[in-house]
């Protein structure tokens, strides 16, 4: 990949919050038309990195850059992004919620419409286009809001741990649609502690331990270097410690 | 283009969904229902009375009558065919035997005695005829007695017609105030409808965990515009529905509800009042909005944000506790305070300048002020909302705000 511009890239990232120092020095890239593992045990810094290249959080120091500059609403990029903290307005209907969502995002009531019945269609939803919100169960929640991430079929998608709460089923429906997206040409960002959906999907990931990059690089090159016979394994090993110290103390 | 695309989105879909709640109608046909209760029972009230008056009128009640103050014409007696008896005890045991329906015992000094009304029970809502035919029997009595005026003096229904004059010329204080305090009423009414809707605008994204979807799809920015102007849009919404059923009761029912006759036409329009109502009223709402948006952007909850909604209001609404000082002591260091410091000035230059003690270069500056105090508050509560936003268990610091503006 070398040569080739990043879609995203990330340089000397350092965030605190007061005296806590949540991310060190943390540096990747992402490139056009590839899905990105970000991996990571919970606290490392994953949504908070995240957070910082979306925006939502001024960084301490260093260059979060979408498209080589800070993302901004208005930056011309189509961005998908689903969230670790999740949630609709849950008193409003199904359909108007992603009519609005579709809207924002420059689609025509129309055509937010039509996506938006299709995509219901899909995942089995169709007959709660016209249900308020608080009314789905969680699982079908989550689907409405994976909905509305990709309704604008975005360039770019940042999935922050999208299969949590989901039951089987729907955690298949969720991969087959990042497949389609990735073979649209999406660049996908996704974080996750699916070992199988990293093996299964992404060509490159980032592990991030207290703040900063462990291991980054392709599958095939963290397996080398980490000599794991898969990355459920090099997980094991690079994180296990942490289970150790926290049995230990 | 966008910018204006999305807002046009957010202020549909902020008004849609306000209209189709049922708490919104509530809240704002509530005050006409309540109007049309009160008036309801007022109006059958009325009618009521006319008509026990008249059942009355028609009725055939036997009587006996002791009147020892001398009041009592004779005619009277014999046109209400009331049979006069010597002594009081007399004229009871007539009612006990009932030989007669009902005896009143007229003392001989009726400023300090008590007229005495014996009858036989009609039930306890008819019972009061009783003393009602004594009233009569004094009223006429006494009338009888006097000329067509002096029976309106004692009746008090002398009209008296007062005319004042302010440098020179007529000056009807009370009409004056009407046109220009509307804006005092209607801020009223506004905050007290509206206030927890702003306050509450910016905390349900927090709450339902919607804001980090929404920040990376429209600018906050944009965001907290079409709110606001949304919040203004369903306040006039609101101010109408409550108006014209208000205002429809009181026109076409005022003459049966015996309702004060308003005469419209008379009622003096002061161009600069009105400008300088409108202004204080447009700037004090937006300052308001912006605060209670602003509030509700920093906390992380509806609870947390409510008690200090509630410091906002006593700060609004303290200075109508003060009503009579801004009106006798418009010049006092006290009174000019409230009136310009911007977060107690709007009740304070509202009432004076509807009162007419309020100058115009203090009216200025009040204004000025507000306006400034408007346009900072607004800016502060999109910056507390991109920032307060994120925190979804704890408030946005002030030092947290500070830090994130010095970058």
């Known amino acids: ?249 | 283009m966008n910018n204006m695309h999305n807002l046009g989105t957010v202020m549909r879909f902020e008004i849609t969904r306000m209209l189709k709640k049922p708490s919104f109608w509530l809240m704002a046909l509530g005050f006409p229902v309540l109007m049309v209760g009160i008036f309801g029972i007022v109006f059958w009230s009325n009618n009521a009375t006319m008509e026990a008056a008249e059942k009355l009128k028609n009725e055939k009640i036997t009587m006996a009558v002791t009147d020892v103050s001398g009041v009592i014409k004779p005619e009277i007696l014999q046109a209400m065919d009331a049979k006069e008896v010597a002594t009081r005890d007399e004229g009871i045991e007539k009612v006990q035997s009932g030989a007669v329906d009902a005896y009143i015992y007229f003392p001989a000094d009726l400023a300090t005695e008590r007229v005495e009304v014996y009858g036989q029970d009609a039930g306890l809502f008819e019972n009061s005829k009783y003393s009602a035919i004594a009233t009569t029997m004094l009223d006429q009595s006494v009338n009888a007695q006097v000329s067509e005026q002096q029976r309106a003096v004692l009746r008090g229904q002398v009209n008296v017609a007062t005319t004042t004059f302010r440098d020179g010329q007529e000056y009807d204080g009370i009409r004056e105030m009407i046109a220009p305090g509307l804006f005092l009423v209607l801020f009223y009414f506004l905050i007290a409808f509206f206030g927890n809707q702003m306050l509450n605008s910016t905390i349900e994204e927090k709450e339902n965990r919607t804001i980090e979807m929404l920040l990376t799809t429209v600018q906050s920015r944009v965001l907290i515009i079409g709110k606001i102007l949304s919040l203004i849009i369903l306040a006039l919404i609101q101010t109408l529905v409550i108006l014209i059923p208000v205002l429809t009761i009181y026109f076409v029912l005022s003459p049966q509800l015996q309702l004060p006759n308003i005469d419209l036409a008379n009622i003096p329009l002061d161009p600069l009042k009105i400008g300088l109502g409108a202004a204080i009223f447009i700037f004090s709402f937006l300052l308001f909005t912006g605060i209670l948006v602003a509030l509700g952007a920093a906390m992380p909850t509806a609870k947390e944000a409510s008690s200090w909604f509630g410091y906002v209001v006593i700060l609004l609404f303290g200075p109508l506790y003060g009503v009579t000082t801004f009106i006798s002591y418009p010049d006092s260091p006290f009174v000019r305070f409230l009136s310009l410091f911007p977060l107690t000035s709007p009740i304070p230059l509202m009432l004076r300048n509807a009162y007419g003690n309020l100058p115009l270069g203090e009216a200025l500056l009040g204004i000025a002020i507000l306006a400034v105090s408007a346009v900072v508050v607004m800016l502060l509560s999109v910056r507390i909302f991109r920032y307060g936003a994120m925190q979804y268990d704890s408030k946005i610091s002030l030092a947290a705000l500070r830090a994130k503006r010095a970058k």
């Open chain 1, 1 to 249: 990949m070398t040569g080739e511009k990043p879609i995203v890239s990330v340089e000397h990232f350092k965030m605190a919050f007061g005296d806590k120092e949540v991310i060190s020095d943390l540096s990747f890239e992402v490139f056009r038309g590839e899905v990105f593992g970000f991996l990571g045990s919970n606290g490392s810094g994953k949504t908070t990195t995240l957070r910082a290249l979306l925006g939502l959080y001024e960084p301490t120091g260093g260059k979060l850059l979408i498209n080589g500059k800070p993302y901004t609403v208005d930056g011309g990029i189509s961005l998908g992004y689903l969230p670790e903290e999740r949630g609709l307005y849950k008193k409003e209907k199904v359909l108007d919620v992603m009519l609005y969502f579709g809207e924002l995002k420059g689609m025509t009531r129309p055509a937010a419409r039509e996506f938006s019945l299709k995509y219901l269609e899909r995942v089995k939803l169709s007959d709660k286009a016209h249900t308020r919100i608080d009314k789905l169960s969680g699982g079908q929640q989550q689907k409405v809001q994976l909905g509305v991430t990709i309704m604008n079929e975005p360039e770019l998608l940042i999935l922050d741990e999208p299969t949590k709460g989901f039951d089987p089923v729907n955690r298949r429906l969720l991969m087959n649609i990042v497949e389609e997206r990735k073979k649209a040409g999406a660049t996908i960002v996704f974080v996750t502690h699916q070992m199988e959906e990293v093996e299964r999907l992404c060509s490159r990931v980032i592990l991030l331990k207290d703040g900063a990059a462990r291991a980054y690089g392709t599958l095939a090159d963290i397996k080398k270097q980490f000599s794991g016979a898969s990355m459920d394994d090099i997980f094991v090993k690079i994180y296990g410690g942490e289970e150790q110290e926290a049995e230990d103390e």
